[in-house]
């Protein structure tokens, strides 16, 4: 059996391709996993639990699909969806994660995150995501009407994108003395994440201790999957095309 990471699908409306593929992968591949592991940004933007439309119905019935057959399925929040909430967890049968979360791969222990708070060096999105992520003003956003915070939400992507646009490619990556950090203090030698979007597996010496970081792949392009069993692991792609991928 094996355990499924995916990270950074940016599901929406406005993703018909992604979405087939993110349907066809729920119940021809994660149906027969030990357990799926969402690392952050399976949406493009999550605008609250009490979302109600098509899209976001047929979302939530794959995940409560997955779970009332068993398979146990984990979300840690990304900075595209932090307002996904209890009710959402409640409404899938999800479990959802901290920032930072332990686990036990097959005997050995791995720290999985999305990977935003890795990057120290964008000091403008750390601040955002601080801001953000304040329970009050979360508590107030998700009290406003869905017309009052469609166009919010539509502002802050805006923002986004027009921000991203500026930066270099070396501030929106990881910076190795916390990465360091993060797995010194969690007593870990694996670390899986996304939010990059450079797929990869980087194997590094600390303390004269080999530590592996794994980069879980976008699904812009196609779909990015890390397999993850007792004797081996390996990420691989699912092609999009007209037909289920």
């Not at 940004?41 to 109600?52: A, P, R, S, T, V």
């Not at 222990?109 to 979360?138: I, M, S």
């Not at 009290?143 to 929106?172: F, G, H, W």
């Amino acid at each position: 059996m094996t355990t499924l990471f995916i990270s950074d699908l940016h599901l929406s409306p406005n993703t018909p391709d992604i979405n087939q593929c993110f349907q066809h992968f729920m119940r021809t591949e994660a149906i027969n996993a030990d357990a799926l592991y969402v690392l952050g940004d399976l949406f493009d933007f999550w605008i609250g639990d009490d979302d109600k439309s098509e899209f976001a119905n047929q979302i939530r019935a794959e995940f409560k699909r997955l779970t009332d057959s068993g398979v146990p399925c984990f979300f840690t929040k990304g900075n595209r969806d932090f307002l996904v909430g209890k009710r959402f967890a409640k409404q899938t049968g999800v479990e959802l994660l901290g920032d930072e979360t332990v686990i036990d791969l097959y005997g050995r222990k791995a720290v999985v995150l999305h990977g935003d708070t890795l990057c120290t060096e964008d000091t403008q999105y750390l601040a955002f995501r601080a801001k953000v992520n304040q329970p009050w003003l979360q508590w107030v956003f998700n009290r406003l009407p869905m017309s009052v915070k469609t166009p919010i939400v539509r502002k802050v992507q805006t923002d986004a994108r027009d921000n991203k646009k500026s930066k270099s490619l070396m501030i929106m990556d990881v910076t190795q003395s916390e990465v360091e950090r993060v797995m010194l203090d969690h007593q870990v030698d694996l670390m899986i994440h996304g939010h990059t979007h450079r797929p990869d597996m980087h194997t590094f010496s600390v303390n004269d201790q080999t530590m592996t970081r794994i980069v879980l792949g976008d699904w812009y392009e196609q779909g990015s999957i890390l397999c993850f069993d007792a004797n081996n692991y390996s990420l691989q792609a699912r092609p999009f095309s007209s037909k289920p991928c």
